[in-house]
């Protein structure tokens, strides 16, 4: 099969003779042509999308010694008119050859050789081998790559055997002994690559990193190249206007009225907490002035629907720390589950532990607790009230 996608990258648009449709072991649908511009997934880089006589070429695959071409439906004619999407072809020249420039840059400065590389979606990654990387390393490596790209250099590709890689300082060996294929810019970057590249580094446009972290023992750097690069900038300056908008804050004092408006939600989130709790409090009052006497202990009960267990949990609380000898069964009743909360003060002889795991295998649950203190919940295999009535028993 003639790769045409190698005699010249910038082809959008081909004939060709088909000469075998067939489904894989998947059942997908594919075709074998004569000759393709139809980059196949491989080396890091997606495979091209298109049209082959109108028909959607959805995924390219080398397998077998062939390009197979899988399509939407079947091509009924032996001719075949096809169409290379050239916004994507593009886009992943601009990311390949950018990731080489990059990975170039971070080799010259500082000797941190690529072991990783993903071209995805929206942004390019690349993997150091060094367990540390800082902003102005960072910095550096962008600063050189994009003087690479401003000075327009050739990207030139060249077949050679393995005995002819000596007249050539590689990054690294190819992964083939033969029809290893070098992509080069002069006095910069040797490296073994099959895919496809402009003709310049001028059309790479630009390079720019956006985020790097640690992986383990490597570092990970994400980027973009070419017209990512506008539209990254596109979406940042949105919402940068958006933000600048909400705040009523110029863009260079976004970072420091946000910091503002977070330390007032902290401190105004801090004041309805203890507002809340003080509420709680005088709902637990309320609620011992309704408690049932047992003996000299007194029994608070209540059902709540939809109420936050951390909710009960204070209440309960607030209800054992005020009245020493109280015993208190909160029931939650949240439609899907039920849950529950058994308190005590210091002076009833009960186990709350003890009634929690009673009341557990009544509801398919789960839970907790000590003494003093259980919580619990399960399946609404019972109502609330049948749950709370059950809790009651135990201690009158």
Not at 142 to 168: C, G, H, M
Request: hydrophobic content about 35%; glycine content about 8%; some cysteine.
């Amino acid at each position: 099969m003639k790769k045409l996608y190698y005699e010249n990258p910038y082809i959008k648009s081909f004939h060709a003779v088909i000469e075998k449709q067939a489904e894989d072991e998947q059942g997908r649908l594919y075709a074998v042509l004569n000759q393709t511009a139809f980059y196949p997934t491989g080396g890091g880089q997606p495979h091209d999308i298109g049209t082959i006589n109108d028909i959607k070429v959805i995924d390219v695959e080398e397998m077998d010694g062939e390009i197979r071409h899988y399509i939407e439906h079947p091509i009924s004619q032996a001719e075949a008119v096809c169409s290379i999407d050239w916004e994507r072809r593009l886009d992943h020249m601009q990311q390949h050859t950018g990731q080489h420039i990059l990975s170039a840059a971070f080799a010259e400065n500082f000797g941190y050789m690529t072991v990783g590389f993903h071209l995805g979606k929206d942004i390019v990654t690349i993997d150091l081998d060094t367990k540390e990387l800082t902003e102005e390393q960072v910095h550096s490596a962008e600063a050189l790559s994009n003087s690479i790209i401003f000075e327009n250099r050739p990207v030139e590709t060249k077949w050679v055997d393995a005995a002819e890689l000596v007249q050539y300082p590689l990054r690294k060996q190819p992964a083939v002994q033969e029809n290893i294929r070098l992509v080069i810019i002069p006095d910069f970057d040797y490296n073994g690559c099959g895919g496809t590249h402009p003709v310049s580094t001028g059309q790479v446009s630009a390079v720019k990193i956006l985020d790097w972290e640690r992986q383990k023992k490597k570092t990970r750097v994400s980027f973009v190249c070419g017209n990512r690069v506008l539209q990254n900038l596109h979406q940042k300056n949105k919402t940068v206007k958006a933000l600048s908008q909400l705040l009523s804050a110029p863009e260079n004092e976004l970072a420091m009225v946000a910091n503002r408006v977070l330390e007032h939600g902290k401190a105004v989130k801090k004041e309805l907490e203890e507002a809340k709790l003080t509420l709680i409090k005088y709902e637990g009052i309320e609620l011992l002035k309704e408690a049932k006497m047992a003996g000299n202990q007194k029994v608070v009960g209540k059902v709540f629907h939809g109420r936050p267990i951390q909710d009960l949990q204070n209440l309960a609380r607030q209800i054992a720390a005020y009245s020493t000898e109280s015993i208190i069964f909160l029931i939650n009743d949240g439609g899907e589950k039920l849950q529950f909360v058994c308190a005590k003060g210091s002076e009833p002889d009960f186990s709350m532990k003890e009634i929690s795991a009673k009341l557990l295998p009544m509801i398919d649950g789960k839970g907790g607790g000590n003494e003093s203190f259980a919580q619990g919940g399960g399946e609404p295999i019972l109502t609330a009230e049948s749950l709370l009535d059950k809790a009651i028993g135990y201690v009158i």
